[in-house]
C-alpha cells in the first residue's frame, strides 16, 4: 500500500471529518465536535467526511449507525461521499502494523492489565494509555500468552501545534509507555486504525473534542513512524453537564430514531454554533437548519475558537 492507494484529492484541498462511534446515540457534545468540523472544512472550501468507527464489535448498538446518519441528515449536516467504516479496513490495519512489525518498532506483550497496574509508577492518562513499565520490551516470560502487540516510544517529547490551543507536548515514555497497537484477540487498537484511515481517507484536518487531546501525540508518533502526514488538528471546548462532568452518551442525547429532537434542530443548531464563538443574528432562528449552516460557513473564523475557554456548560 502506497501514498497512490489514498483517495484522490488535491494536496491542498482541507479534507475534515467526524467520526462518531456507533456505540451510543449522539448528544450535544458530538454536535459541537460535527459541527466544528464541519464548518473548520466548509469555510475553507474542502470536504467533509464522515466514518463510522465501529471497531469494537462487543460495545455497538444495533441500528446506531443508522440513527447517526438519520441525525446528521435532521441537522443538515451532510457529508461528502460515502461513508466510511472502519470495521471494513481491517487488511489495511494489517498491513500498517506488518509495516511496524518489520521495522522492529512492534513487540508481544503478556501483561494483564493487573500487572500493569500494579507495577506502573506514573499515573495514567487514560485507560488505554496506562503508563507501562515496558517489562515484555526485551521477551515476554515464558509461557505466558500474547495479551497485545506495543509499539515502542522513546523518552522525548512529542509537540504539535494545536489551531485553538497552540502548542501542545507530551512525553510518550512518562505519559502512556509503549502503547498497544492490537490485542491478542486480533483487534486493533483506535490510535493505529484513526491514523490508517485519516491517512487513506487524505483527512489533512482533524477537529474533535478536546477530550481526545490526550491520544493525539501517540496518533503523530504513529503518523511519523509510517510516513504519514501530519494533519492539521483542532481540539474543541468540551461541552460539559451541570455539575462539570464530562457528558456521556447517556446525557442530552440527540436521536432521530428516540424523535427527541424533531423540531428542535434549529435550537440546537444555534446553540452548538453559539457555543463555537459564533454571534447568530436573531432572525437566523427561523431558517432551516442548512441555511443557518450556510450562514455559519460565510461567518464562522477559526481564531474566533481560541477565545473561547476550554470547559463550558450548556
Ligand atoms: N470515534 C472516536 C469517538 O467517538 C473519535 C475519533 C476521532 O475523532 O479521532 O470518540
Avoid at 462518531?20 to 472550501?45: D, I
Avoid at 487513506?200 to 508518533?221: C, E, K
Wanted: hydrophobic share 35%.
Amino acid at each position: 500500500m502506497s501514498a497512490d492507494s489514498r483517495e484522490g484529492h488535491s494536496d491542498r484541498q482541507v479534507v475534515g471529518r467526524f467520526a462518531p462511534s456507533p456505540t451510543g446515540a449522539l448528544h450535544t457534545g458530538s454536535l459541537v465536535a460535527a459541527v466544528g468540523s464541519y464548518l473548520m472544512a466548509k469555510q475553507a472550501g474542502g470536504r467533509w467526511l464522515l466514518r463510522l468507527d465501529d471497531l469494537d464489535a462487543q460495545r455497538q448498538v444495533p441500528g446506531m449507525a443508522d440513527d447517526i446518519m438519520r441525525t446528521l441528515e435532521s441537522f443538515g449536516l451532510l457529508w461528502d461521499g460515502e461513508v466510511n467504516r472502519q470495521s471494513r479496513h481491517l487488511k489495511e490495519y494489517q498491513y500498517f502494523f506488518e509495516t511496524l512489525q518489520q521495522s522492529g518498532m512492534v513487540y508481544p506483550c503478556g501483561c494483564s492489565r493487573k500487572e500493569i497496574a500494579r507495577s506502573a509508577s506514573a499515573p495514567h492518562v487514560d485507560d488505554d494509555c496506562m503508563s507501562y513499565p515496558g517489562s515484555c520490551r526485551g521477551g515476554m516470560k515464558v509461557g505466558s500468552p500474547v495479551r497485545s502487540w506495543r509499539v515502542r516510544v522513546q523518552d522525548e517529547e512529542i509537540c504539535f501545534s494545536d489551531l485553538r490551543k497552540g502548542r501542545v507536548c507530551q512525553n510518550l515514555s512518562d505519559a502512556c509507555g509503549d502503547f498497544i497497537l492490537k490485542r491478542g484477540d486480533g483487534e486493533f487498537a483506535y490510535q493505529l486504525a484513526v491514523v490508517v484511515d485519516d491517512y487513506l481517507a487524505g483527512v489533512n484536518q482533524v477537529v474533535r473534542g478536546d477530550d481526545l487531546i490526550v491520544s493525539t501525540p501517540r496518533q503523530i508518533y504513529l503518523q511519523r513512524l509510517l510516513g504519514f502526514p501530519e494533519p492539521a488538528y483542532c481540539h474543541l471546548p468540551l461541552v460539559v453537564g451541570p455539575n462539570g462532568s464530562k457528558l456521556s452518551k447517556r446525557d442530552h442525547l440527540i436521536s432521530h430514531q428516540l424523535g427527541n429532537t424533531a423540531g428542535r434542530e434549529q435550537d440546537l443548531l444555534i446553540t452548538a454554533i453559539c457555543f463555537l464563538g459564533l454571534s447568530p443574528p436573531q432572525e437566523l432562528d427561523r431558517y432551516s437548519c442548512g441555511d443557518i449552516l450556510e450562514w455559519c460557513v460565510t461567518h464562522f473564523k477559526p481564531l474566533q475558537l481560541s477565545a473561547h475557554s476550554s470547559v463550558t456548560a450548556i
